[in-house]
C-alpha cells in the first residue's frame, strides 16, 4: 500500500461500500454473472483498505502529535532564552506558567496565582510607598478590564527581602479565531536605570547650581564694569535682564531635558513675567533642539520688551497674540511662530537696527534656518518665522 494516501483509501472504500451489499442479495441481484469467490475477493480488499487507512490516520496524528511537541519544545527553549521574566495566565485569570528567569528575578518560586485577585501575593510598590493591588497588575488589567496593552513600574519585594525596580508589560494571548485564551507579561529589571536616573538627577541639579553661580559671577563683572565706564543706568539694566532670560532659558533646559525643550515652556517662561496677562501663548507641544530653545529665549525676551517700550504693550489696552504650529509640506515638516500686536500704536519701522534687531532676525534666522519677515503696519508690529524641523540636535 506504499504511496497510498488517507484520502484515496477513504474514497475507494465509499466505493466498495456502495457495490458490496450482503452477499445473498449481491447474488440475487447478480444472477450467475459474478462467482462467488468475486465476492470474497472483494470483501478482503475492503478489509485490507481498512486497515491501510487505520495505519494511514495512526501515522498522521503521530506525525501531528510529534510536530506539536517539536514546537512546545522550541517554545519552552525560546521562553528560557529572553533575558526577561514571563509569566502567562488563562482566560481565567489562572497564571500557568513562568520562565526559570522570573525566579531568578524575585527569587522566589513562581507564584501559581488562581484568579486575577490573587495577584496581590507578588508583594510590591508604588513611587508613593503604597502597596500594588491586584487589580493594578497589567496581567489583571489586560484579562479583567480587557485592555490592550497595560504597564507598571513598581517596586519589588524579592523573596529574600530585598527590593528592587521592575517593570511589567501586559499584553493579551489571541488565537487563530481572534478569541482572547489568556494574557502575558514581560518582567524586566529596571533597577540599575532607576539608580542611574537618580545619579542623573543629583548631577544636573549640581550643573544647574553651578550654571546659576556663573551667571551670577558673569552679570556682576559686567554690572561693575559699566558702572566704572560711567554707562547709563537704563543700558546696565538692559544687559542685565537679557543675562537673566538666557540664564532662565538655560536653567529650564538643565533641569528637564538637555537635549530638547517645549517651545511653549520657553516662552511661557520669558514671557509671563513680562507681559502681565496680556500676551497670550497658543499652540500645540513642540520640542526644538536645545540651542535652538536658547535663540528663542533671547528673541522673545527681545520681543516682549519692545512691545513693552514702543508697541502694544506700551498702552494699557494693548495686546500680543503668540501662536505656533507644525504642518507637513512637500519639503519636510516645517514650524510656524507668529508674533502679532494689537490695540497698540502704529509701527514704524526704526531708521538703525540694534541688537535686538539682530537677536529676532539675522541670528536666530541663521540658528534655525528659517525666514524671518517683519511687518510695521498700523495695526502694531508683526514678526513672522518659518523653519523646518530639526529631528536631531546637530554638533555645535
Known amino acids: 500500500m506504499d504511496g497510498f494516501s488517507a484520502g484515496s483509501a477513504a474514497l475507494l472504500l465509499d466505493r466498495l461500500i456502495t457495490r458490496l451489499m450482503s452477499r445473498d442479495t449481491l447474488l440475487k ?112 488589567r489586560v484579562i479583567r478590564d480587557g485592555e490592550d496593552h497595560s504597564e507598571i513600574d513598581v517596586h519589588y519585594q524579592r523573596g529574600d527581602g530585598t527590593m528592587f525596580w521592575m517593570r511589567i508589560i501586559g499584553k493579551p494571548v489571541i488565537n487563530a479565531n481572534g478569541t482572547r485564551i489568556g494574557a502575558s507579561v514581560a518582567l524586566i529589571d529596571i533597577d540599575e536605570e532607576r539608580h542611574l536616573r537618580e545619579a542623573q538627577n543629583i548631577l544636573i541639579a549640581e550643573l544647574n547650581h553651578r550654571v546659576k553661580n556663573a551667571f551670577s559671577v558673569v552679570k556682576s563683572i559686567v554690572s561693575q564694569s559699566l558702572r566704572k565706564m560711567r554707562v547709563q543706568r537704563d543700558l546696565r539694566e538692559t544687559i542685565d535682564q537679557r543675562l537673566n532670560a538666557y540664564a532662565m532659558a538655560h536653567s529650564k533646559l538643565v533641569g528637564t531635558k538637555w537635549d530638547r525643550a517645549d517651545i511653549g515652556a520657553v516662552a511661557a517662561d520669558v514671557l509671563e513675567t513680562i507681559g502681565d496677562g496680556r500676551i497670550v501663548l497658543s499652540g500645540p507641544k513642540i520640542e526644538v533642539p536645545s540651542r535652538q530653545a536658547l535663540s528663542f529665549s533671547m528673541a522673545f525676551y527681545e520681543l516682549a520688551t519692545n512691545a513693552v517700550k514702543y508697541g502694544a504693550l506700551s498702552v494699557p489696552e494693548g495686546r500680543v497674540d503668540m501662536t505656533w504650529e507644525q504642518s507637513a509640506t512637500d519639503d519636510g515638516s516645517v514650524i510656524e511662530l507668529h508674533w502679532i500686536e494689537t490695540g497698540g500704536p502704529a509701527a514704524e519701522k526704526p531708521e538703525e537696527t540694534g541688537f535686538g534687531s539682530f537677536i529676532t532676525g539675522r541670528a536666530l534666522q541663521m540658528e534655525t534656518g528659517g525666514e524671518i519677515t517683519s511687518d510695521f503696519g498700523p495695526q502694531g508690529f508683526e514678526w513672522h518665522l518659518r523653519m523646518p524641523v530639526e529631528t536631531e540636535d546637530r554638533a555645535s
Open 29 to 140: 441481484s447478480l444472477g450467475t454473472y459474478m462467482p462467488t469467490n468475486s465476492i470474497d475477493e472483494m470483501a478482503a480488499e475492503l478489509l485490507q483498505l481498512q486497515e491501510a487507512l487505520a495505519v494511514k490516520n495512526a501515522e498522521s496524528r503521530r506525525i501531528k502529535s510529534e510536530k506539536s511537541s517539536d514546537r512546545l519544545t522550541f517554545l519552552e527553549a525560546m521562553m528560557e532564552t529572553v533575558p526577561v521574566g514571563v509569566v502567562m495566565a488563562d482566560a481565567n485569570g489562572r497564571i500557568i506558567y513562568g520562565n526559570s528567569h522570573v525566579e531568578k528575578m524575585v527569587r522566589h518560586p513562581v507564584i501559581h496565582s488562581e484568579h486575577t485577585e490573587d495577584y496581590a501575593a507578588w508583594v510590591s510598590f508604588h513611587e508613593d510607598g503604597s502597596q500594588v493591588q491586584s487589580h493594578e497588575y497589567p496581567l489583571s
